[in-house]
């Protein structure tokens, strides 16, 4: 992922505990978020405001984290590091492995692979759409436990093979409806298809 200034002006403006170290290509500090997943809609709503606290999941957190730019992962997203060592001690409160938390064991995230064939992923929407919402939900597990978060939240994909192989089916059934580009997506986000589902649905039929 390059940055651009424009890249380097929105983190500074909503995240200005996280800073950019150009000699590392690493993004370090303190990633703070409020929020809360609006099971209706199926949608995590950001942000701290009236109508977010009046959902029942509000959460506000931090945790100390490092974004590798220059070593991207296998899905050539950016990795992901919570450096304070709190997610370990959330696998030991909840009895589990890491790796049910979704940590590799080298302590990258597994961010999942909803985004992977977005070429041109910005840091907003990288940050926005899977940095927040995972870190989210590893607070929910902290404050409700690991069985409530799987109850309550979005839905996981299974560990290795067999996730990519529920991924692929889901993304093909959205591609059997057939949408036009500016129709709204099948997935029920409300956005349309073009800016939603669209590339993940091109990058799966091609391979």
């Not at 409530?148 to 560990?159: F, G, I, P, T, V």
Request: with cysteine; proline share 4%; glycine share 10%.
């Amino acid at each position: 992922m390059n940055l651009r200034d424009t890249d380097l002006e929105w983190l500074a403006s909503n995240f200005p505990e996280l800073v950019y170290v150009p000699r590392d290509r690493n993004i370090l500090g303190e990633l703070h978020f409020c929020a809360a997943f609006d099971r209706d809609s199926g949608q995590l709503k950001q942000g701290d405001t009236e109508e977010h606290r009046a959902i029942g999941a509000f959460l506000c957190d931090t945790f100390k984290v490092r974004i590798d730019l220059g070593s991207p992962g296998g899905n050539g997203w950016p990795q992901v590091y919570e450096i304070g060592g709190r997610y370990i001690d959330i696998a030991e409160q909840n009895r589990c492995d890491t790796l049910d938390l979704h940590f590799y064991h080298n302590g990258a995230c597994c961010l999942g692979l909803k985004y992977a064939a977005e070429r041109n992923l910005t840091l907003e929407r990288f940050i926005l759409k899977l940095v927040v919402p995972f870190f989210y939900r590893l607070s929910y597990t902290d404050r409700y436990g690991l069985s409530a978060a799987r109850a309550d939240l979005w839905e996981e994909y299974s560990h290795g093979d067999a996730g990519v192989r529920e991924y692929q089916v889901e993304i093909l059934r959205l591609a059997g409806n057939n949408p036009g580009r500016n129709q709204p997506c099948p997935c029920g986000s409300g956005q349309k298809y073009k800016r939603c589902h669209l590339d993940e649905v091109a990058a799966v039929t091609r391979q």
